[in-house]
Protein backbone atom coordinates (compact mmCIF):
# COMPACT_ATOMS: atom_id res chain seq x y z
CA UNK A 1 0.00 0.00 0.00
CA UNK A 2 2.95 2.30 -0.10
CA UNK A 3 1.99 3.60 -3.46
CA UNK A 4 -1.87 4.15 -2.75
CA UNK A 5 -4.01 7.27 -2.09
CA UNK A 6 -7.53 6.18 -1.11
CA UNK A 7 -10.14 8.38 -2.86
CA UNK A 8 -13.72 8.69 -0.89
CA UNK A 9 -17.09 9.91 -2.58
CA UNK A 10 -19.55 11.61 -0.97
CA UNK A 11 -17.91 13.86 0.77
CA UNK A 12 -21.05 16.18 1.04
CA UNK A 13 -22.03 13.89 3.94
CA UNK A 14 -19.46 14.53 6.42
CA UNK A 15 -21.35 17.64 6.56
CA UNK A 16 -19.04 20.08 6.75
CA UNK A 17 -16.50 17.49 9.16
CA UNK A 18 -13.00 16.50 7.84
CA UNK A 19 -12.56 13.12 6.25
CA UNK A 20 -9.32 12.82 8.95
CA UNK A 21 -11.71 13.23 11.75
CA UNK A 22 -14.52 10.75 10.53
CA UNK A 23 -11.77 7.88 9.94
CA UNK A 24 -10.36 8.23 13.28
CA UNK A 25 -13.65 8.25 14.77
CA UNK A 26 -15.50 5.51 13.07
CA UNK A 27 -15.89 2.46 14.43
CA UNK A 28 -15.37 0.50 11.17
CA UNK A 29 -11.88 -0.98 12.53
CA UNK A 30 -11.29 -2.18 8.99
CA UNK A 31 -11.10 1.64 7.81
CA UNK A 32 -9.11 2.85 9.86
CA UNK A 33 -6.48 -0.13 8.98
CA UNK A 34 -6.73 0.25 5.47
CA UNK A 35 -5.77 4.56 6.02
CA UNK A 36 -3.23 3.73 8.75
CA UNK A 37 -1.59 0.99 5.73
CA UNK A 38 -1.47 3.86 2.72
CA UNK A 39 0.02 6.18 5.70
CA UNK A 40 -3.25 7.99 6.41
CA UNK A 41 -3.28 9.22 1.95
CA UNK A 42 -6.66 9.79 1.27
CA UNK A 43 -9.17 12.52 0.02
CA UNK A 44 -12.59 12.70 -0.52
CA UNK A 45 -14.87 13.94 -3.39
CA UNK A 46 -17.96 15.67 -3.36
CA UNK A 47 -21.06 13.66 -5.63
CA UNK A 48 -22.56 17.59 -5.91
CA UNK A 49 -19.59 19.52 -7.07
CA UNK A 50 -19.28 21.63 -9.73
CA UNK A 51 -16.65 23.92 -11.51
CA UNK A 52 -14.58 25.48 -9.39
CA UNK A 53 -15.40 23.00 -6.56
CA UNK A 54 -14.68 20.03 -8.87
CA UNK A 55 -11.14 21.99 -9.75
CA UNK A 56 -10.43 22.09 -6.54
CA UNK A 57 -11.11 18.54 -6.03
CA UNK A 58 -8.99 17.46 -9.10
CA UNK A 59 -6.00 20.22 -7.42
CA UNK A 60 -6.40 18.41 -4.07
CA UNK A 61 -6.21 14.76 -5.73
CA UNK A 62 -3.13 15.89 -7.73
CA UNK A 63 -1.19 17.60 -5.02
CA UNK A 64 -1.20 14.19 -2.99
CA UNK A 65 0.07 12.53 -6.28
CA UNK A 66 2.69 14.79 -6.26
CA UNK A 67 3.75 14.71 -2.68
CA UNK A 68 3.57 10.84 -2.64
CA UNK A 69 5.35 11.07 -5.86
CA UNK A 70 7.89 13.11 -4.10
CA UNK A 71 8.03 11.09 -1.24
CA UNK A 72 8.79 7.73 -3.52
CA UNK A 73 11.22 9.93 -5.19
CA UNK A 74 9.48 9.13 -8.41
CA UNK A 75 9.22 5.17 -7.83
CA UNK A 76 5.41 4.65 -8.11
CA UNK A 77 3.55 2.46 -10.20
CA UNK A 78 1.32 4.10 -13.00
CA UNK A 79 -0.61 3.00 -15.71
CA UNK A 80 -1.80 4.77 -19.12
CA UNK A 81 -4.96 6.57 -17.76
CA UNK A 82 -2.45 7.82 -15.12
CA UNK A 83 -0.38 9.50 -17.80
CA UNK A 84 -3.69 10.32 -20.22
CA UNK A 85 -4.37 12.34 -16.97
CA UNK A 86 -1.10 14.29 -16.89
CA UNK A 87 -1.08 15.39 -20.18
CA UNK A 88 -4.88 16.41 -19.74
CA UNK A 89 -3.60 18.33 -16.69
CA UNK A 90 -0.54 19.47 -18.70
CA UNK A 91 -2.59 20.76 -21.90
CA UNK A 92 -5.57 22.59 -20.01
CA UNK A 93 -7.55 19.82 -19.58
CA UNK A 94 -7.68 20.08 -15.24
CA UNK A 95 -8.61 23.37 -16.11
CA UNK A 96 -12.35 22.92 -18.06
CA UNK A 97 -15.36 21.45 -16.60
CA UNK A 98 -15.28 18.65 -19.44
CA UNK A 99 -13.11 15.66 -19.83
CA UNK A 100 -12.38 14.81 -23.27
CA UNK A 101 -14.84 11.86 -24.09
CA UNK A 102 -12.63 9.19 -25.09
CA UNK A 103 -10.47 9.37 -21.52
CA UNK A 104 -13.84 8.77 -20.23
CA UNK A 105 -14.27 6.18 -21.76
CA UNK A 106 -11.13 4.83 -21.78
CA UNK A 107 -11.71 4.69 -17.44
CA UNK A 108 -14.87 3.42 -17.89
CA UNK A 109 -13.85 0.60 -20.06
CA UNK A 110 -10.96 0.11 -16.96
CA UNK A 111 -13.50 0.41 -13.95
CA UNK A 112 -15.69 -2.31 -15.91
CA UNK A 113 -13.20 -4.59 -16.54
CA UNK A 114 -12.28 -4.37 -12.96
CA UNK A 115 -15.84 -4.77 -11.90
CA UNK A 116 -15.88 -8.15 -13.92
CA UNK A 117 -12.74 -8.75 -12.26
CA UNK A 118 -14.31 -8.69 -8.93
CA UNK A 119 -17.48 -10.39 -9.62
CA UNK A 120 -15.90 -13.32 -11.38
CA UNK A 121 -14.17 -13.81 -7.88
CA UNK A 122 -17.71 -13.46 -6.29
CA UNK A 123 -18.62 -16.08 -8.44
CA UNK A 124 -15.55 -18.35 -8.75
CA UNK A 125 -15.17 -20.21 -5.11
CA UNK A 126 -11.56 -21.20 -5.93
CA UNK A 127 -10.73 -18.01 -7.45
CA UNK A 128 -12.19 -17.24 -3.47
CA UNK A 129 -9.86 -19.70 -2.36
CA UNK A 130 -6.92 -19.06 -3.72
CA UNK A 131 -6.39 -15.24 -2.83
CA UNK A 132 -6.74 -15.94 1.30
CA UNK A 133 -4.31 -18.75 0.83
CA UNK A 134 -1.90 -16.58 -1.09
CA UNK A 135 -2.52 -14.14 1.16
CA UNK A 136 -1.36 -16.17 4.13
CA UNK A 137 1.86 -17.12 2.22
CA UNK A 138 2.74 -13.62 1.62
CA UNK A 139 2.25 -12.63 5.50
CA UNK A 140 4.18 -16.20 6.03
CA UNK A 141 7.15 -14.09 4.04
CA UNK A 142 6.91 -11.13 4.90
CA UNK A 143 7.51 -12.24 9.15
CA UNK A 144 10.24 -14.42 7.86
CA UNK A 145 11.55 -11.55 6.38
CA UNK A 146 11.03 -9.44 8.99
CA UNK A 147 12.30 -11.53 11.73
CA UNK A 148 15.44 -13.20 10.21
CA UNK A 149 17.36 -13.50 12.98
CA UNK A 150 14.90 -15.93 14.85
CA UNK A 151 14.09 -18.21 11.67
CA UNK A 152 18.34 -18.72 11.54
CA UNK A 153 18.32 -19.32 15.64
CA UNK A 154 15.16 -21.62 14.61
CA UNK A 155 17.47 -23.50 11.64
CA UNK A 156 20.04 -23.78 13.29
CA UNK A 157 18.46 -25.18 16.59
CA UNK A 158 17.10 -27.89 14.77
CA UNK A 159 19.93 -28.70 12.41
CA UNK A 160 21.96 -29.35 16.58
CA UNK A 161 18.90 -31.36 17.63
CA UNK A 162 19.55 -33.45 14.59
CA UNK A 163 23.29 -33.73 14.77
CA UNK A 164 22.88 -34.94 18.73
CA UNK A 165 19.91 -37.63 17.86
CA UNK A 166 21.94 -39.04 14.58
CA UNK A 167 25.69 -39.42 17.19
CA UNK A 168 23.14 -41.03 20.17
CA UNK A 169 21.79 -43.09 17.22
CA UNK A 170 25.03 -43.98 15.50
CA UNK A 171 26.72 -45.21 19.01
CA UNK A 172 23.83 -47.23 19.95
Not at 153 to 164: D, P
Request: proline share 2%.
Amino acid sequence: MRHVILLFTRREDLGGGSLRDFVATTDNLSLRSLVRECDGRCCAFDNRATGEGQRRQLEELMAAVKRLERARQRAFLSNHLFFEAQKLQRDGGGAREEVPEPYLAQVRAQVAKHRRDLEERERNPALRERNPALRALLGAKKWILLNTELCVCVVWCSLLILLILLIICYHV
